[in-house]
């Protein structure tokens, strides 16, 4: 009764290095895979298993994609009986850490983005100053964020394989001018903030009213959510030509509470009455 083939069809590319498949029975024992387990052609993984008794099984896969996020599923199949059993979910569960650091770490970079919107909104209404503290702690930890999201990502989408998962992120084509622009504008947005903290340290009245000032403050806000997004899940899954709404969405919601918001609690210098109204 064993069947000649199983095969599995993906929408997407698929790899040795970060697909993985299993084959259970139904009361969710594991059962070898003879060789590699599989072979890949194309978008069609092949299992390589050995002869199969008659009763039921399931197939459990899970890849990763560039982006870091996990893809899971399964299938079942009868062998010289009919389906009609309850299957459990034998589908693998993401570590739980790796989540909530990447989560915890793109709030950090949103954050920051919100920041830099509400500074840029703050400077170009007169209605106060930037908090020097705020200000260098928010350059200092740009970078390391933007580095902590590579690594975390590159882990999340490689099995644990950092490098492999460095250079799967850096050469997919999808991901790669998005994660260009990300460092590219975490370093410039660095030096930025860094010549913005010395001005204010030196007179921070100076800045107040400064349009130039306000609309790079702006400008490099919408860069690193371009940036982010781009490196994000959503990305990834739906058509490109959406991300421009999406991240024009993200500017406007955290233009409009986020940012504003921020600011209400970091200004240094400010009319009470004229924060209020700005907020």
Not at 19 to 26: A, D, H, Q
Not at 106 to 123: N, P, Q
Not at 178 to 198: D, E
Not at 224 to 232: F, H, I, N, P
Request: charged fraction near 15%; aromatic fraction near 10%.
């Amino acid at each position: 009764f064993t069947p000649d083939t199983i095969s599995l069809e993906f929408s997407g590319k698929v790899s040795y290095e970060t697909l993985k498949v299993s084959l259970l029975r139904s009361d969710g024992t594991t059962i070898p895979l003879t060789g590699k387990g599989f072979s890949i052609v194309g978008k069609t993984v092949n299992l390589l298993y050995p002869s199969l008794d008659t009763g039921t099984y399931v197939i459990v896969w899970q890849d990763a994609g560039p982006d870091g996020h996990l893809a899971v599923g399964q299938s079942h199949f009868s062998v010289g009986e009919e389906d009609g059993m309850v299957i459990g979910d034998y589908r693998p569960k993401e570590n739980i850490i790796s989540v909530f650091l990447d989560s915890a770490t793109r709030i950090a970079l949103y954050t920051v983005i919100a920041l830099l919107l509400g500074w840029g909104w703050l400077l170009l209404a007169r209605a106060g100053t930037i908090n020097k503290t705020v200000l260098r702690g928010t350059y200092k930890i740009l970078p390391l964020l933007i580095l902590t999201r590579l690594l975390l990502v590159s882990y999340r989408g490689s099995s644990g394989s950092i490098f492999y998962g460095i250079t799967r992120a850096v050469t997919d084509m999808r991901a790669l001018p998005f994660w260009l622009l990300l460092i590219s504008v975490g370093l410039v947005t660095y030096f930025f903030l860094a010549k913005l903290a010395k001005i204010s340290q030196a007179n921070p009245d100076a800045l107040v009213g400064n349009k130039k000032w306000a609309g790079a403050l702006v400008g490099l806000a919408v860069f690193t959510a371009v940036g982010l997004v781009g490196t994000g899940h959503m990305a990834m899954s739906v058509d490109r030509v959406l991300l421009v709404p999406l991240t024009a969405l993200h500017i406007v919601g955290m233009s409009l509470w986020l940012g504003a918001m921020a600011v209400y609690f970091v200004a240094s210098k400010q009319d009470v009455r004229t924060l209020g109204r700005f907020a």
